[in-house]
């Protein structure tokens, strides 16, 4: 139940009424709505509370009377309007599973569209329509591997997969970003979820170098996509212990990022991330606490407070502080955050918690005994 407390009043005008401004809600820190997006408004006698939803149909508006002994009252609600959201706004809001409904629902469209016998031929020859038919199915199947890369459903990662790479194969210069962006996903997808022995590893392994390869024929070697293969290689390598390839695959990666997209930008904070994390293992404290800092910070100014993403960079956070740091103090409050985000957004049997249960059942036991030992 989200339970709405009136701020303090807002100063009167020399009318002596409310001063019609728009502000922010403050919410408290253990307040979870990534779903919603919410805005307040102050008008004469009270405030008009307006909850936009993100992925459920609709909005609502209800207000707020000064006076605490009138009721609050719905001034609009159209929740019960069909709304159907596209991939790209549920995918980047976080939304993985309902992004990979909405990507299937759009490739059934394309496909129909490309059985339909009454397709209008009037607006080019044949072989421009299958032309343009086939780069949005490997567009559409991109998008359903993208998605189900981040819900964990490796099977039908695997299957839309083959299926685009097939079509790409055929004239990859032509599909070169997303053919590349293909082969990354498999390839990490892989190491997720079916990387069990050191056989599938070498596998993993010669599969990524093959994107990259890829990607430096394709796309050239300071490309965005180039960096986000170096970046995966990396994490690889530091699962490995081979530390300084790592570190030089890092840089290269952070330089290209940082060139072509910025040093603030959303894409940069995965090498930053993982940069932090190798200097976790080498035992760089403080460089290591920085490199953690600075990859929240730029994924909390990009997608918010509750995004999945950001999940992820406090649940590497937090395995530094309780591992290096020792502070289960400062960790716990982390990890409950991480948790509350992803179970509002991908569930956490799908989130990496679900892969390291006896890591959760560690930080918050031992969050729980400072907490004993604070009161006492």
Not at 8 to 37: M, N
Not at 152 to 174: G, V, W
Not at 325 to 353: H, M, Q, V, Y
């Amino acid at each position: 139940m989200l339970r709405v407390w009136p701020p303090k009043p807002a100063e009167e005008d020399s009318a002596g009424s409310l001063s019609d401004v728009e502000t922010s809600i403050q919410l408290p820190e253990c307040a979870s709505l990534p779903r919603q997006a919410m805005h307040l408004k102050a008008q004469s006698g009270g405030w008009l509370v307006i909850v936009d939803s993100a992925v459920e149909t609709g909005k609502i508006e209800f207000f707020i009377p000064q006076n605490r002994n009138e009721p609050a009252r719905i001034v609009c609600d159209t929740r019960a309007e069909s709304k159907k959201f596209p991939f790209e706004r549920l995918f980047s809001q976080g939304f993985y599973a309902e992004a990979a409904l909405a990507a299937e629902e759009k490739l059934q469209e394309v496909r129909d569209s490309v059985a339909s016998p009454d397709r209008d031929s009037t607006r080019g020859t044949n072989q421009d329509l299958a032309g343009a038919q086939s780069h949005l199915l490997v567009e559409t199947l991109q998008q359903i591997v993208a998605a189900n890369l981040r819900n964990a459903n490796f099977e039908r990662l695997e299957t839309a997969a083959i299926e685009a790479l097939a079509i790409c194969q055929q004239a990859p210069s032509e599909y070169a970003e997303t053919f590349v962006r293909i082969l990354h996903d498999r390839a990490y997808g892989r190491y997720l979820y079916r990387c069990r022995d050191e056989e599938s590893a070498i596998e993993v392994r010669r599969e990524l170098a093959s994107a990259r390869q890829s990607a430096e024929q394709l796309l050239g070697r300071e490309h965005s996509e180039t960096a986000r293969v170096m970046t995966t290689q990396a994490r690889l390598l530091i699962s490995d212990f081979s530390y300084p390839d790592a570190e030089d695959l890092l840089a290269e990666a952070i330089k290209i990022r940082a060139g072509l997209l910025g040093s603030e930008h959303v894409d940069i904070a995965e090498s930053l991330l993982e940069l932090a994390r190798l200097n976790a293992y080498r035992e760089d404290h403080d460089e290591a606490d920085e490199g953690f800092q600075k990859a929240i910070a730029i994924r909390e100014a990009h997608y918010g407070l509750y995004h999945p993403e950001v999940a992820e960079a406090l649940f590497h956070y937090t395995d530094f502080l309780i591992y290096n740091r020792r502070n289960s103090a400062k960790a716990g409050p982390l990890l409950r955050r991480a948790l509350s985000i992803w179970d509002e957004t991908i569930g956490l049997e799908r989130s990496p918690a679900a892969r390291d249960s006896e890591f959760i059942r560690k930080v918050l036991s031992a969050d729980a005994d400072a907490e004993t030992e604070s009161a006492e």
